[in-house]
């Protein structure tokens, strides 16, 4: 500031000033600083084919429940964060306890996600599977 009588700033303003700022700055700082991590699909069991469709849904986190005679039944929730209508396919497989496939993988199944919406993919096993594994990816 410059102050009646006063041609220029002097340097220890400047430099409490200085220190203030750093000060604040640093207030803020809690714990270190950690790398990038891929938190836009934290479910191993649902791949997406591109990063660059990542930016583009979010996938929920998948539901799961038996029915029938222990068939694994299957909802994966699926948001379009864009202002374009997505065009996307999947396909599934089932897997047992130890992660081999139990069944044929299915072929490619299309979903229609609206701008700004939710759609759902859903699926069933034929057999009582463990676990399962789902492949998104953009329609060509």
Known sequence: ????????????????????????????????VIPGQNTLNPFPQVHLTSYNLQSKILVNEPIVSRVGDGQLDVVIPVRNVTADELYLEFQYSFLNA??????????????????YS????????L?????????IRRLP
């Open 1 to 32: 500031m410059l102050f009646k009588g006063r041609t220029s700033v002097s340097s220890t303003g400047l430099l409490a000033a200085f220190c203030l700022m750093c000060l604040l700055g640093m207030a803020g700082c809690q714990g270190p």
């Open 127 to 135: 057999t009582a599977a463990a676990n399962f594994s789902c492949t």
């Open 98 to 115: 130890q992660g081999a496939q139990v069944e044929e993988t299915s072929g490619w199944n299309t979903l229609r996600v609206p701008a």
């Open 118 to 125: 939710m759609a759902q993919i859903h699926f069933t096993s």
